[in-house]
């Protein structure tokens, strides 16, 4: 198990350009987060999954982003038709529960995405 | 929702002292998260605290879940210790979404 892993590290995108991100989490994690960090602040909630269910949305996460995880296993975050207020660190953690709604949720975080728009 | 407030935001040490952080909150939480956000923004959890007391090498955390706040004690800093030191809750009983502070930001000087 080598952890939460992010491809890719940067990337640089002109504005209008539809990016992603994938994000290959801990493989007995069950729970999927991406959360999103601008310079100086906390990560923000975006999205969670409960394996392959996205069952939690940010009103942050606009109609241009849109995340999946088909199998359960890894996800990818898409963002169409960028613009320069989405340049950020995109930050995927996972975890595994088993203690139902309020069990205990350790977070284990992938080492981030860097997003600029220019 | 619920709010939550770090101090100091920014905090210089030399190398061997101690220092505490500290984390309010503005609700009751069932759980409490103390993370270290290293240099090159990988962030690593350190604790998770409901409430009571842990250690962990030169650093401890305790969680006073009545009175709403955690601390996070470092003890002889090590330069490796710089970064950014986020606490983060639960929203509104919600484990799955969590809720952070802006964060104290530490530099450990040699």
């Known amino acids: 198990d080598t952890g939460v892993s992010q491809d890719p590290r940067h990337k640089i995108t002109k504005r209008g350009q539809n990016v992603t991100f994938r994000c290959d989490p801990i493989?007995?994690?069950?729970?999927l987060y991406w959360y999103r960090q601008t310079l100086g602040q906390g990560p923000e909630f975006l999205t969670y999954?409960?394996?392959?269910?996205?069952?939690?949305k940010s009103r942050l996460l606009s109609d241009r982003f849109s995340a999946e995880r088909p199998k359960g296993s890894f996800s990818t975050l898409e963002i169409q038709r960028t613009e320069q207020g989405d340049s950020a660190m995109y930050l995927c953690?996972?975890?595994?529960?088993?203690?139902?709604?309020?069990?205990?949720?350790?977070?284990?975080f992938g080492a981030g995405s860097r997003l600029t728009v220019l | 929702g619920i709010q939550v407030e770090q101090s100091p935001p920014d905090l210089i040490l030399q190398e061997g002292a101690n220092s505490t952080l500290r984390c309010n909150f503005s609700?009751?939480?069932?759980?409490l998260q103390w993370f270290h956000q290293n240099p090159w923004g990988q962030l690593i959890n350190l604790f998770y605290?409901?409430?009571?007391?842990k250690q962990n090498g030169r650093l401890s955390a305790t969680t006073v879940a009545t009175e709403r706040y955690s601390l996070l004690y470092i003890s002889s800093s090590q330069t490796t210790d710089s970064g950014v030191y986020f606490c983060?809750?639960?929203?509104?009983?919600?484990?799955?979404?969590?809720?952070w502070g802006l964060g104290t930001s530490l530099a450990v000087n040699p």
């Open positions: 605290i409901p409430s009571g007391t």
């Open positions: 609700d009751s939480v069932n759980n």
């Open positions: 983060a809750v639960p929203n509104a009983g919600n484990n799955r979404k969590l809720i």
């Open positions: 999954f409960q394996n392959e269910a996205q069952l939690e």
């Open positions: 493989s007995e994690h069950n729970r």
């Open positions: 953690a996972s975890s595994l529960t088993a203690g139902g709604f309020s069990g205990a949720n350790v977070l284990t």
